[in-house]
């Protein structure tokens, strides 16, 4: 700082966060002057100019040419700044909005790969597994629809139902206590998705978890050696089974999709009283 009030070039650049070259083009298309020229011909900024200068500047990040940002400044009054500044605080705030979905999305996904990061693949197991919060679809029509049409129907639905909410979230499926029980798990009950803002539930429970590789649909093999499993190690299904591709187009390629299913179970009735008899 030098001359008082007076900033040389060079400080008014360190202090606005604005170039040299960047000011002498602001300089040279008359968006903003020196407010004086010494003596020694340098040119001198006030440091009331600073405001003016971090104005230009954020207004040229929110995507305002120099030419309209010229002529605001020009014909500038109260009420018109007002209107601009709430329409780019407007703007910002859209852009925060989507720039959270895209972070709650990331972190699905992200989370979704790290889950089987340490998976044995070909390991059955039986395990706890807290609540988590899905956005789970209506039940699915297949009288004269595919599961195609079935999906088409679920992404249409939650456009309507919650057009905030967003979609861009991998989509799997579940299938009734009962079908699993009678051995028909060719296709979902119902869609859902994992959505942190989900009003649904995938309930606390014991889970028969196991894992298989292949694509969309192939999993008939794997729900048999599951439900093999479930009966040779004492327990017995009691609720929906969830099927999801923790590993999918967004990471492998589509012959290498690892699909995890996880059945609701409970400990058999007999085994249970064999545990009391002893």
């Avoid at 790290?114 to 059955?124: G, H, L, P, T």
């Avoid at 309507?160 to 028909?184: A, F, T």
């Avoid at 996880?262 to 009735?269: D, G």
Wanted: hydrophobic share 35%; glycine share 6%; with cysteine.
């Amino acid at each position: 700082m030098k001359e008082g009030k007076r900033l040389s070039v060079g400080d008014f650049a360190t202090l606005s966060r604005v170039t040299r070259d960047t000011l002498h083009h602001y300089d040279r298309i008359g968006l903003l002057s020196p407010a004086l020229r010494g003596e020694n011909r340098y040119r001198y900024y006030s440091v009331q100019q600073l405001a003016s200068v971090n104005v230009i500047r954020i207004m040229q990040e929110l995507g305002m040419s120099l030419a309209e940002i010229k002529s605001l400044m020009a014909r500038r009054t109260p009420q018109q700044m007002t209107e601009i500044l709430n329409a780019q605080i407007e703007k910002i705030d859209g852009t925060i909005s989507n720039w959270a979905q895209a972070r709650k999305l990331l972190l699905t996904l992200r989370n979704m790969i790290q889950s089987v990061s340490e998976a044995d693949e070909e390991a059955m197991t039986v395990t706890f597994l807290p609540a988590e919060a899905i956005i789970r679809g209506n039940l699915n029509d297949y009288s004269g629809k595919t599961p195609y049409d079935n999906l088409v129907d679920f992404y249409q639905t939650m456009k309507e139902n919650c057009p905030d909410l967003s979609l861009n979230y991998p989509v799997w499926g579940i299938i009734s206590e009962e079908r699993v029980k009678r051995g028909d798990f060719r296709w979902p009950d119902r869609y859902y998705f994992y959505n942190p803002e989900g009003f649904d539930k995938r309930p606390a429970a014991l889970y028969a978890i196991g894992y298989a590789r292949g694509g969309y649909g192939q999993t008939d093999e794997l729900y048999r050696r599951l439900i093999g499993y479930i009966e040779e190690s004492g327990f017995e299904i009691c609720g929906d089974a969830y099927e999801e591709y923790p590993l999918n187009e967004v990471s492998v390629s589509e012959d290498n999709y690892l699909v995890r299913l996880m059945i609701t179970v409970r400990e058999a009735e007999q085994s249970s009283r064999k545990q009391r008899s002893k």
